[in-house]
C-alpha cells in the first residue's frame, strides 16, 4: 500500500533518472527507427520527461547542479529549448534553505 501511495514509485522521475531513461530512450529510437511501436513509446517517454521536468524535485536538481556541483551548462538534450528554459528559470526562482 504505502509503494503505491508513492508517487516516485509510479509516474514521477527524479532528474538523474529521467537523464538515464533519456539516454536509454535516445538508444532505443535510433536502433529501431522504422517500428512504429518502438517510436510510439519512444514519444510517450519524451512526455513522460517532459512533463517531469516541470516539477520542483527537477529545479531543485537543476539548482544543485549549478550552485553545488559548480556545472555552468547542465544540459538536458532530452528537453525541448522551451521546457529548457522553464526548468532553469524555476531552478533560479527557488529559495535555497
Known amino acids: 500500500m504505502v509503494q503505491e501511495r ?5 509516474y514521477k522521475l527524479n532528474a538523474s533518472f529521467g537523464i538515464l531513461l533519456a539516454q536509454t530512450n535516445a538508444i ?4 529501431d527507427p522504422d517500428d512504429e511501436d518502438v517510436q510510439r513509446h519512444c514519444d510517450f517517454v ?6 517531469n521536468s516541470e ?3 527537477w529545479a531543485r536538481t ?8 559548480g556545472d ?7 528537453l ?3 521546457a529548457r528554459d522553464r526548468l532553469a528559470s524555476s531552478a533560479d526562482d527557488l ?3
Request: hydrophobic letters at 40%; zero cysteines; glycine letters at 0%.
Open 46 to 51: 519524451d512526455r513522460w520527461l517532459e512533463w
Open 95 to 97: 529559495q535555497d534553505y
Open 28 to 31: 532505443l529510437r535510433r536502433l
Open 55 to 57: 516539477e520542483e524535485i
Open 62 to 69: 537543476m539548482s544543485s547542479w549549478k550552485n553545488i556541483v
Open 72 to 78: 555552468e551548462d547542465p544540459f538536458l538534450f532530452h
Open 80 to 82: 525541448n529549448e522551451a
Open 6 to 10: 508513492n508517487p516516485f514509485t509510479t
